[in-house]
Protein backbone atom coordinates (compact mmCIF):
# COMPACT_ATOMS: atom_id res chain seq x y z
CA UNK A 1 0.00 0.00 0.00
CA UNK A 2 2.73 2.35 0.72
CA UNK A 3 4.46 2.07 -2.65
CA UNK A 4 1.14 2.76 -4.13
CA UNK A 5 0.34 5.78 -2.34
CA UNK A 6 4.12 6.55 -3.50
CA UNK A 7 3.91 6.08 -6.75
CA UNK A 8 0.52 7.72 -7.12
CA UNK A 9 1.99 11.01 -5.18
CA UNK A 10 5.30 10.92 -7.19
CA UNK A 11 3.30 10.78 -10.44
CA UNK A 12 1.03 13.62 -9.19
CA UNK A 13 4.33 16.12 -8.81
CA UNK A 14 5.41 14.79 -11.97
CA UNK A 15 2.71 16.28 -13.88
CA UNK A 16 2.12 19.72 -11.90
CA UNK A 17 5.68 20.14 -12.41
CA UNK A 18 5.51 19.16 -16.47
CA UNK A 19 2.80 21.92 -16.40
CA UNK A 20 4.48 24.26 -14.41
CA UNK A 21 7.24 24.26 -17.26
CA UNK A 22 5.10 23.89 -20.23
CA UNK A 23 4.01 27.93 -18.68
CA UNK A 24 7.26 29.03 -17.99
CA UNK A 25 7.79 28.19 -22.20
CA UNK A 26 5.03 30.90 -22.60
CA UNK A 27 6.89 33.84 -20.62
CA UNK A 28 8.52 36.21 -22.61
CA UNK A 29 6.63 35.71 -25.84
CA UNK A 30 3.37 37.36 -27.28
CA UNK A 31 1.44 34.42 -25.90
CA UNK A 32 2.68 36.04 -21.93
CA UNK A 33 -0.68 37.91 -19.78
CA UNK A 34 -1.59 38.51 -16.36
CA UNK A 35 -3.60 35.32 -16.61
CA UNK A 36 -0.20 33.33 -17.49
CA UNK A 37 1.45 34.65 -14.82
CA UNK A 38 -1.21 34.23 -12.39
CA UNK A 39 -1.02 29.91 -13.52
CA UNK A 40 2.48 30.19 -12.95
CA UNK A 41 2.28 31.19 -9.18
CA UNK A 42 -0.88 28.74 -8.52
CA UNK A 43 0.97 25.77 -10.35
CA UNK A 44 4.28 26.39 -8.89
CA UNK A 45 2.35 26.68 -5.34
CA UNK A 46 0.69 23.23 -5.61
CA UNK A 47 4.12 21.91 -6.86
CA UNK A 48 5.13 22.61 -3.99
CA UNK A 49 2.56 21.13 -1.74
CA UNK A 50 3.01 18.07 -3.39
CA UNK A 51 6.85 17.62 -3.10
CA UNK A 52 6.67 18.58 0.60
CA UNK A 53 4.11 15.56 0.86
CA UNK A 54 6.34 13.41 -1.45
CA UNK A 55 9.35 14.29 1.09
CA UNK A 56 7.98 13.72 3.97
CA UNK A 57 6.02 10.40 2.84
CA UNK A 58 9.07 9.09 1.39
CA UNK A 59 11.54 10.25 4.27
CA UNK A 60 9.89 8.03 7.08
CA UNK A 61 9.71 4.99 4.81
CA UNK A 62 13.19 5.26 3.75
CA UNK A 63 14.19 5.62 8.13
CA UNK A 64 11.90 2.65 8.69
CA UNK A 65 14.24 0.24 9.89
CA UNK A 66 11.90 -2.74 9.32
CA UNK A 67 10.95 -2.81 6.07
CA UNK A 68 12.36 -5.68 3.74
CA UNK A 69 15.91 -5.23 1.16
CA UNK A 70 13.05 -4.83 -2.05
CA UNK A 71 10.94 -2.72 -0.25
CA UNK A 72 13.52 -0.34 0.36
CA UNK A 73 14.93 -0.47 -3.06
CA UNK A 74 11.55 0.31 -4.60
CA UNK A 75 11.67 3.71 -2.08
CA UNK A 76 15.33 4.27 -3.03
CA UNK A 77 14.18 4.56 -7.05
CA UNK A 78 11.21 6.74 -6.17
CA UNK A 79 13.18 9.07 -3.92
CA UNK A 80 15.69 9.59 -6.40
CA UNK A 81 13.03 10.20 -9.48
CA UNK A 82 11.74 12.75 -6.63
CA UNK A 83 14.62 14.59 -6.48
CA UNK A 84 15.00 14.74 -10.17
CA UNK A 85 11.58 16.54 -10.38
CA UNK A 86 12.78 18.47 -7.31
CA UNK A 87 15.56 19.42 -9.38
CA UNK A 88 13.59 20.23 -12.48
CA UNK A 89 11.38 22.06 -10.61
CA UNK A 90 14.22 24.42 -9.08
CA UNK A 91 15.65 25.20 -12.80
CA UNK A 92 11.98 26.27 -14.13
CA UNK A 93 11.16 28.48 -11.03
CA UNK A 94 14.83 30.31 -11.60
CA UNK A 95 13.94 30.58 -15.38
CA UNK A 96 10.35 32.62 -14.32
CA UNK A 97 11.94 34.57 -12.34
CA UNK A 98 14.97 35.68 -15.13
CA UNK A 99 12.19 35.83 -17.65
CA UNK A 100 10.01 37.73 -15.33
CA UNK A 101 12.41 40.19 -14.66
CA UNK A 102 13.19 40.62 -18.69
CA UNK A 103 9.75 40.89 -19.71
CA UNK A 104 7.80 42.93 -17.23
CA UNK A 105 3.78 43.28 -17.83
CA UNK A 106 3.06 46.63 -16.03
CA UNK A 107 6.00 48.88 -17.42
CA UNK A 108 7.25 46.72 -20.32
CA UNK A 109 10.55 47.76 -21.36
CA UNK A 110 10.72 45.36 -24.45
CA UNK A 111 8.81 44.29 -27.14
CA UNK A 112 7.71 40.76 -26.61
CA UNK A 113 9.16 37.84 -28.59
CA UNK A 114 7.34 36.04 -31.78
CA UNK A 115 7.78 32.62 -30.93
CA UNK A 116 5.28 31.31 -32.89
CA UNK A 117 2.71 30.38 -29.99
CA UNK A 118 -0.36 31.12 -29.97
CA UNK A 119 -3.63 30.62 -27.68
CA UNK A 120 -3.77 30.85 -24.02
CA UNK A 121 -2.77 28.38 -21.56
CA UNK A 122 -5.72 28.03 -19.63
CA UNK A 123 -5.97 24.24 -20.24
CA UNK A 124 -2.97 23.65 -18.77
CA UNK A 125 -3.01 25.17 -16.10
CA UNK A 126 -6.58 24.20 -15.12
CA UNK A 127 -4.97 20.48 -14.95
CA UNK A 128 -2.63 21.08 -12.76
CA UNK A 129 -5.44 22.67 -10.45
CA UNK A 130 -7.55 19.74 -11.07
CA UNK A 131 -10.07 22.48 -12.00
CA UNK A 132 -12.70 22.61 -15.01
CA UNK A 133 -12.35 26.33 -15.47
CA UNK A 134 -9.94 28.71 -13.77
CA UNK A 135 -10.64 31.90 -11.86
CA UNK A 136 -8.55 34.78 -12.13
CA UNK A 137 -8.13 36.57 -9.30
CA UNK A 138 -4.90 38.69 -9.26
CA UNK A 139 -4.35 42.02 -9.17
CA UNK A 140 -2.91 44.13 -11.98
CA UNK A 141 0.78 44.21 -10.46
CA UNK A 142 0.70 40.20 -10.22
CA UNK A 143 4.13 40.53 -12.47
CA UNK A 144 6.42 42.56 -10.06
CA UNK A 145 4.42 41.63 -6.87
CA UNK A 146 5.13 37.77 -7.43
CA UNK A 147 8.74 37.82 -8.84
CA UNK A 148 9.44 38.71 -4.90
CA UNK A 149 7.90 35.84 -3.69
CA UNK A 150 9.14 33.62 -6.79
CA UNK A 151 12.43 34.57 -4.83
CA UNK A 152 11.66 33.54 -1.76
CA UNK A 153 10.17 30.21 -2.80
CA UNK A 154 13.20 29.42 -5.11
CA UNK A 155 15.20 29.90 -1.31
CA UNK A 156 12.90 27.76 0.30
CA UNK A 157 13.39 24.63 -2.76
CA UNK A 158 17.13 24.88 -2.69
CA UNK A 159 16.88 24.89 0.93
CA UNK A 160 14.52 21.71 1.09
CA UNK A 161 16.84 20.21 -1.26
CA UNK A 162 19.77 20.36 0.81
CA UNK A 163 17.59 19.30 3.62
CA UNK A 164 16.73 16.11 1.37
CA UNK A 165 20.43 15.32 1.01
CA UNK A 166 21.04 15.41 4.82
CA UNK A 167 18.48 13.22 6.09
CA UNK A 168 18.36 10.59 3.54
CA UNK A 169 21.65 9.19 1.75
CA UNK A 170 20.76 7.97 -1.71
CA UNK A 171 23.69 7.52 -4.05
CA UNK A 172 21.69 7.63 -7.44
CA UNK A 173 24.21 5.95 -9.18
CA UNK A 174 23.08 3.14 -7.16
CA UNK A 175 19.76 2.71 -7.59
CA UNK A 176 18.93 0.42 -10.47
CA UNK A 177 16.14 1.72 -13.40
CA UNK A 178 13.91 -1.00 -12.99
CA UNK A 179 12.78 -0.35 -17.13
CA UNK A 180 14.37 0.81 -20.28
CA UNK A 181 15.14 4.60 -21.09
CA UNK A 182 12.10 5.94 -22.93
CA UNK A 183 9.89 2.97 -22.19
CA UNK A 184 7.50 5.19 -20.57
CA UNK A 185 6.70 6.94 -23.60
CA UNK A 186 6.10 3.65 -25.26
CA UNK A 187 3.58 2.06 -23.02
CA UNK A 188 -0.13 2.95 -22.52
CA UNK A 189 -0.35 5.36 -19.66
CA UNK A 190 -3.54 5.08 -17.98
CA UNK A 191 -5.49 7.98 -17.54
CA UNK A 192 -7.34 9.29 -14.16
CA UNK A 193 -4.78 7.81 -11.67
CA UNK A 194 -3.80 10.81 -10.80
CA UNK A 195 -6.17 13.90 -8.90
CA UNK A 196 -4.07 16.76 -11.12
CA UNK A 197 -5.10 15.28 -14.47
CA UNK A 198 -3.06 14.01 -17.05
CA UNK A 199 -1.10 15.42 -19.67
CA UNK A 200 -0.70 13.57 -22.52
CA UNK A 201 3.05 14.04 -23.36
CA UNK A 202 2.82 11.73 -26.78
CA UNK A 203 -0.06 10.07 -28.55
CA UNK A 204 0.20 6.53 -29.75
CA UNK A 205 0.88 6.15 -33.60
CA UNK A 206 -2.49 4.01 -34.96
CA UNK A 207 -0.78 0.58 -35.50
CA UNK A 208 -1.55 -1.17 -38.89
CA UNK A 209 -3.12 -4.20 -39.83
CA UNK A 210 -0.78 -7.39 -39.87
CA UNK A 211 -2.76 -8.28 -43.13
CA UNK A 212 -2.87 -4.93 -44.84
CA UNK A 213 0.91 -4.75 -43.37
CA UNK A 214 2.36 -8.02 -45.13
CA UNK A 215 0.40 -7.05 -48.49
CA UNK A 216 2.65 -4.05 -48.78
CA UNK A 217 5.23 -5.76 -48.21
CA UNK A 218 4.95 -8.45 -50.72
CA UNK A 219 3.74 -5.60 -53.10
CA UNK A 220 6.83 -4.15 -52.51
CA UNK A 221 8.92 -7.19 -53.24
CA UNK A 222 7.46 -8.21 -56.69
CA UNK A 223 7.90 -4.71 -58.07
CA UNK A 224 11.74 -4.93 -56.52
CA UNK A 225 12.33 -8.05 -58.41
CA UNK A 226 10.29 -6.51 -61.87
CA UNK A 227 12.61 -3.23 -61.50
CA UNK A 228 15.88 -5.66 -61.23
CA UNK A 229 14.91 -7.91 -64.50
CA UNK A 230 13.73 -4.52 -66.61
CA UNK A 231 17.61 -3.44 -65.63
CA UNK A 232 19.24 -6.15 -66.65
CA UNK A 233 16.94 -6.60 -69.79
CA UNK A 234 17.91 -3.32 -71.17
CA UNK A 235 21.93 -3.68 -70.60
CA UNK A 236 21.75 -6.91 -72.31
CA UNK A 237 19.67 -5.20 -75.09
CA UNK A 238 22.77 -2.27 -75.05
CA UNK A 239 25.61 -4.88 -74.64
CA UNK A 240 24.77 -6.72 -77.55
CA UNK A 241 23.48 -3.53 -80.29
CA UNK A 242 27.33 -2.03 -79.04
CA UNK A 243 28.95 -5.18 -79.92
CA UNK A 244 27.39 -5.72 -83.25
CA UNK A 245 28.10 -2.06 -84.39
CA UNK A 246 31.81 -2.72 -83.51
Request: charged share 30%; aromatic share 6%; with cysteine.
Given at each position: ???????????????????????????????????????????????????????????????????????????????????????????????????????????PTRHLIQTGMTGSTTTVAARAMSVQNMKYEADSN?????????????????????????????????????????????????????????????????????????????????????????????????????????
Open positions: MGKEECKTMLDALNKVTACYRHLVIALGSTSDSQNLREELKRTRKKAQELAVANRTKLTSLLKDKSISKEDRAEYERLWVLFSSSMELLEVDMKRSLEIGQDFPLKVIDTADLRDLQSEISQVTQMMEEMEMKVQVAPWAVEAKQEAGAELKSNMSVGNSSVGVISICEEEPKEEEGGGNRDASFASICAVFVFFVIVTVAVVLGYLVINMS
